[in-house]
């Protein structure tokens, strides 16, 4: 509280009484964009604890500098708001870190090359999981089976996520241990995939997946502590300082015990799934509740699954599998329910939704919340919001409901989608563009560990939309293209609205949070293709340096 009074007494005197205060930290000889449209651009910023007390010149700042401030000359590098990813798993992706990586592994061979050179490393009965594996790499792209992998991995179950985490790779042993096999029923929601005997490949689909998770030990919470802390470090060299965890259900604990720590180098949105809003209710806990390093409120549903995994949910048939439109992966009379009860509550609802059809039915349900419980400011949030019909587009607007979204996705689902959907649907596929003219708020993120993690990829693909096979140099359905502007502004102040904290970050501005990070290159200036190679050279999170490029 005293911390805080003073921050508030510096900012209030600043201009008037600038001798009587040293700042604790000044940034000099920058190119600041503040993302503040008062403000645009400056030269200097200076912070007091963790609060923007000044932004302007050297000259202007200079007397803010005594013998203890920390001064970090820019020598004219681009000076950012700290990025805020607005849909990250990140407890699983500081796991994924540490296990084997096949997300771009060319072909089955590989793939099974990989998975026996890691297995060899581990002690018999280990798990293996996580992975990130793509089939839309080989040629052909068929399924992998738990028959490739077997022979490499006799000692240790194996349970690999396909990278868009909407299917699964289990071996034998796996599905043994799980008591899985031919007579395992399909449920609600979900596909076991299944040979021409009727016996499962290996591969299980959306809800299908508990069948093996519920066999695979719980992690220590020694073990989530070392995924957070490998986390938070890979997120500050990214020169990510916030981020909002779409799975971190009961691991609010870890993130508790990683700041009493003072470990933790990332501001976190812990949200919690649909299902558990009554927990919410009983602990009589509504929106936004915590503090500027954690905070509590948010709920997240599912609609369907995943184009890459044919269960996103369409009106008309795949292409490629004309036997399915997906699949919903709970009743809409059971996310609807839930969605206005949660809602009247007064917490924070986001629903993952990739197929038109699922983004309609949400956007449906979002409109009856609104009537039944009355006009406020909800900020509900559709997650990927990937594929939309024209209406919809416009809803978003109306609505005023967040896409939240992942711009990676655009550039890696480009290499393959025209494979599973006609020219029509494929015209509101990452509709960026259409969303803001309609007056949609775009909060940018990146689905880590379903994919990278780094800003500047996001970035890149939301400006260029040249997908990662290169087929596409002027960019896949290029009339959705935004400007280098559009892309920070979702990645930092879009984001922080998502999350109801847009008075106190997202943007440079005098009493905001000083989280920063500094560039190697102008991303405003340069060819957008080589946004690509952008480097983080410094990350200020809460006033302080938690990175420093090597």
Not at 105 to 112: D, G, I, L, M, S
Not at 285 to 310: P, Q, W
Not at 330 to 345: C, G, Y
Not at 488 to 501: D, K, L, M, N, W
Request: charged share 25%; with cysteine; hydrophobic share 40%.
């Amino acid at each position: 509280m005293k911390k805080l009074l003073f921050v508030l007494i510096a900012i209030f005197s600043i201009q008037t009484f600038a001798q009587t205060f040293t700042a604790d930290l000044v940034i000099v000889n920058a190119n600041v964009r503040t993302m503040d449209k008062a403000k645009p651009t400056a030269q200097s910023v200076a912070a007091i604890g963790n609060r923007i007390v000044a932004i302007g010149t050297n000259a202007e700042t200079k007397s803010l500098i005594g013998k203890n401030t920390k001064v970090i000359d820019a020598q004219g590098k681009l000076v950012l708001p700290g990025f805020n990813d607005a849909h990250v798993h990140f407890l699983d992706g500081g796991s994924g870190l540490s296990s084997v990586d096949l997300r771009d592994a060319k072909t089955p061979q590989e793939f099974v090359q990989r998975i026996a050179d890691f297995a060899k490393k581990l002690p018999k009965g280990r798990w293996i999981l996580n992975g990130n594996w793509d089939h839309e790499n080989w040629t052909p792209n068929n399924l992998p089976t738990a028959a490739m992998i077997d022979a490499v991995t006799p000692d240790n179950p194996v349970f690999i996520n396909r990278l868009d985490g909407h299917m699964s790779l289990a071996n034998s042993l796996a599905m043994k241990l799980a008591k899985v096999d031919r007579n395992s029923k399909d449920v609600d929601g979900g596909v076991i995939v299944r040979d021409a005997n009727g016996n499962p490949t290996g591969i299980f689909k959306d809800n299908a997946q508990d069948y093996i998770y519920r066999a695979i030990p719980d992690a220590s919470f020694e073990q989530k502590m070392e995924s957070l802390e490998a986390a938070t470090n890979y997120a500050a060299s990214l020169g990510v300082t916030s981020i909002q965890d779409m799975s971190a259900g009961s691991d609010v604990g870890v993130y508790q015990e990683m700041i009493r720590q003072g470990k933790l180098k990332t501001r976190i949105f812990a949200v919690s799934p649909l299902g558990d809003w009554q927990r919410w209710q009983r602990a009589g806990v509504t929106r936004n509740f915590g503090s500027e390093m954690l905070r509590i409120g948010g709920l997240k549903g599912f609609a369907d699954g995943s184009l890459g995994s044919t269960t996103a949910w369409f009106y008309k048939p795949y292409l490629d599998s004309p036997n399915t439109v997906g699949l919903p992966l709970s009743e809409m009379s059971v996310i609807r329910k839930q969605v206005l009860d949660a809602d009247k509550f007064g917490l924070q609802i986001m629903i993952h939704a990739i197929g038109d059809r699922a983004n309609d039915e949400i956007l449906k349900i979002y409109a009856d919340a609104e009537k039944e419980n009355g006009a406020r400011d909800r900020r509900f949030r559709i997650e990927h919001s990937q594929h939309l019909t024209p209406e919809a587009i416009k809803n978003f607007g109306k609505q005023k409901v967040v896409a939240s979204m992942q711009p990676y996705h655009c550039i890696d689902d480009g290499r393959w989608a025209f494979k599973r959907l006609d020219a029509e649907r494929l015209k509101g596929t990452y509709a960026f563009r259409s969303l803001l003219d309609n007056g949609a708020t775009l909060a940018f993120g990146t689905d880590w560990f379903v994919a990278p993690l780094n800003p500047m990829f996001g970035i890149y693909a939301a400006v260029t939309r040249r997908t990662l096979d290169n087929k596409n140099p002027n960019g896949w359905l290029p009339e959705q293209k935004i400007t280098v502007e559009e892309s920070v502004r979702a990645y930092t102040q879009g984001s922080a609205f998502a999350e109801f904290q847009e008075n106190v970050k997202g943007t440079i501005s005098v009493g905001k949070l000083a989280d920063f990070v500094i560039l190697s290159d102008d991303i405003f200036k340069i060819d957008p293709v080589k946004i690509w190679d952008v480097k983080v050279l410094q990350t200020i999170m809460d006033g302080r340096v938690v990175y420093q490029a090597k």
